[in-house]
């Protein structure tokens, strides 16, 4: 197989510059010039997984099929995880497809590039922490948010029918996940709730245990006091200044105590796989591959974006891990491979700030050089309604303005009718 440009990973950064690039070169006598490589077969935006664990989002009605992006793009979609890169070679070689019962559906095959964007995304750091691999969820992918929905779903039946009728969460990492995590928890409990007899009702206990002195530390001050307070009306117990010391199957140990714990999930820290070790290329300490202002790595004709790249970021630090530089950077790349004549500078991460959802109709966040400065807090339904957009923007970027709004209708319609929780 020979391709002019080859993307792996279709995530929140992969899959919009596969359907920018494809739109922009739309298919040169009958062939396609974009090949993306994904190892899942649909699409789920990363940041709705906390909703997919809570219960509150069903990962098969949003998830988006690639072959039908791809068709609808002019891209091409190939199955298949990266297993090798030979980048003097441009050629790169992904792992054979086992079926469920570990039988070879597709055997291991080799993928011939001009040029190569590695859009894989990253994972969790669990900082070596003893236990934490064995006895806490993880919410990388949409297994991972299905397997913890599955578990909450068996012990909030449990908790209901069992003597002493409470439920505890520990969610490791009070940044935007750990703090949309809990939320979801708390609402989907009350509508729980509302359908059990008194003798069913249970308590649920959600702590939140964040080794900073507080809350969202990576976002203004009076954002964090804002959510600490509105977390608190909510009943999340809120344990700061904690380091998790082990991970332990009835709970953590912590520097300041012991949390008990019924379910633990891990929301702290990002970390690229090892296996990025092995591609030939150079790696950082989170075994992102470092690359330049032009998303460039340290091999001709590969770039590397979105979570798994080290980019430098303006103020010296790397550009952070998040959505929004995702798609700025598929924006960039979009414009620097699809007009390779015409030079668009280096790539420049701009912080628009972050919103964080509260649950419900309430969000808060900072909006960053828009409205009112350089850092103007918003909140309540306004701060929610903006970070749907950043959601909507997604989905604007590779299904279109019509579909989006489609989109956005039928799940509303599909929440009135069936309401939020899905336990099922
Ligand atoms: C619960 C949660 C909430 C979040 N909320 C926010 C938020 O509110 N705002 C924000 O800005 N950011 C948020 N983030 C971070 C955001 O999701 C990421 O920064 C963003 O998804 C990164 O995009 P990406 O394209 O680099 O990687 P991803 O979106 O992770 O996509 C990676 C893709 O690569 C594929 N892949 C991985 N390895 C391979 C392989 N070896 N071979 C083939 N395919 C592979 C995966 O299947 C996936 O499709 C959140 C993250 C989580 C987990």
Known sequence: MQQDIVIVGGGAGGLELAA????????????????????????????????????????????????????????????????????????LSLAPVLGEDGRELIPERTVAFGTLVLAIGSGSNLFDTPGAAEHAHLLENVADAEAFNARLTAAFLAAAWSEHHALSIAIVGAGATGVELSTELIEGHDELSAGLTESQRFGLTVTLVEAAPRILGGLPERVSDKAARALGAKGVRILTSARVERVRSDGLETSQGFVPSDLIVWAAGVKAPRSNRDYGLQIGRLNQFIVDDRLRTSAAGVYAMGDCAEAPGPDGRPVPAR????AQQAAYLARALGRPDSDPGPYVYRDRGSLVSLGGDRGVGSLMGALGGPDFLIEGLLAKWAYMALHLDHHRAIIGVRRTVLLAVSRLLHRRVSGRLKLH
């Open 20 to 91: 920018r690039l494809g739109r922009r070169f739309g298919p040169v006598e009958g062939r396609r010039r974009v090949l993306l490589i994904d190892r899942s077969i649909f699409h789920l935006w990363k940041p709705t997984l906390h909703e997919v664990a809570a219960g509150s989002l069903d990962s098969h009605q949003e998830g988006l099929s690639y072959p039908v992006l791809a068709r609808r793009n002019h891209f091409s979609f190939a199955f298949g995880e990266l297993a090798g890169l030979d980048a003097a070679a441009r050629t």
């Open 323 to 326: 959505a929004q530089a995702a």
